[in-house]
């Protein structure tokens, strides 16, 4: 029933002038509207809705997160701006604070101002069409048992 319909992103924020701040100057998100209730973004196509609640227990696990073709870079840009990448103990994680999943994909966390847990994801890189051709081939070199 709603797998054509587009989805909404919510986090929640005590402070929305701060909240306001970090997702539209810090993260580069555009403002839509703001009122009484929440503050709206458009997150490349998506609405992320930050909800002004009076208190606000951040869960302990990422609840945002940005699919990114080079997470590196994406890193830089955000610690130019003053994002801190967090660090997890048992996870290891180089300079930038970029973890590599065992699927190849490449996470790194960071917080809002209401220490909501917010993550960059690079996907790995499908395998170029030479390769899959050349899979393909080897495949078929491969004599088949006669049953």
């Known amino acids: ?3 054509s319909s587009p989805i909404v992103a919510f986090v929640a924020t005590t402070d929305p002038k701060r909240a306001k701040r970090f997702y539209a100057k810090t993260l580069g998100l555009r403002l839509v509207s703001e009122d009484g209730f929440a503050l709206a973004f458009d997150a490349g196509g ?3 809705r930050v909800a002004i609640v009076k ?3 951040p869960a302990g696990y990422t609840v945002l997160g940005w699919i990114v073709p080079d997470i590196a870079k994406a890193v830089r840009a955000l610690v130019k701006r003053g994002v801190i990448f967090q660090r997890y103990e048992g996870m290891p994680q180089d300079d930038l604070g970029i973890w590599s ?3 190849g994909a490449r996470v790194a966390w ?3 101002p209401d220490n909501n847990t917010l993550s960059l994801t690079e996907l790995p890189r ?3 069409k030479s390769v899959k051709r050349s899979r393909r081939a080897a495949a ?8």
Do not use: C, I
Not at 140 to 147: D, E, T
């Open 1 to 3: 029933m709603l797998k």
């Open 46 to 48: 998506t609405m992320l």
């Open 55 to 57: 208190t606000l227990q």
């Open 101 to 103: 999943s065992p699927s």
């Open 110 to 112: 960071f917080t809002d």
């Open 126 to 128: 499908p395998a170029s």
């Open 140 to 147: 078929r070199a491969v004599p088949r048992r006669r049953r």
